[in-house]
């Protein structure tokens, strides 16, 4: 079992930036793809990015590529995700989760068996 922990939520104005981080731990980190994934209210859960064990795989849904940066630090057990020129419609709870290194890469919440309690981000127009 590998605990997920996410941090750096908040109000921020549009335009502006946020970084959240989620912190491992239970099991060697390394041993996980990770993901974010957000939800907003009404709305179902949504991928946002993910990140394979190594960091040398990224994706990214595209209403963020170019201004979201998913990283990891396999030696720190955290993966961060860096959230530049935010917009209103970015406003939603933002979940950490893991998946296997032995798993296929996925954008499927349902591929993902490790979650986060998720952190709050709301962004004002």
């Known amino acids: 079992q590998v605990q997920l922990v996410e941090s750096g939520g908040g109000l921020v104005q549009a335009g502006g930036s946020l970084r959240l981080s989620c912190a491992a731990s239970g099991r060697t980190f390394s041993n996980y793809h990770m993901a974010w994934f957000r939800q907003a209210p009404g709305r179902e859960r949504e991928f946002v990015a993910y990140?394979?064990?190594?960091?040398?795989?990224?994706a990214y849904v595209t209403s963020v590529k170019g201004r979201f940066t998913i990283s990891r630090d396999n030696a720190k057990n955290t993966v961060d995700l860096q959230m530049n020129s935010l917009k209103p419609e970015d406003t939603a709870v933002y979940y950490c989760a893991g998946s296997s290194r032995y798993s296929l890469l996925s954008t499927s919440d349902k591929d993902y068996g490790y979650w986060g309690q998720g952190t709050q981000v709301t962004v004002s127009s």
């Open positions: 990140i394979s064990w190594s960091g040398g795989n990224v």
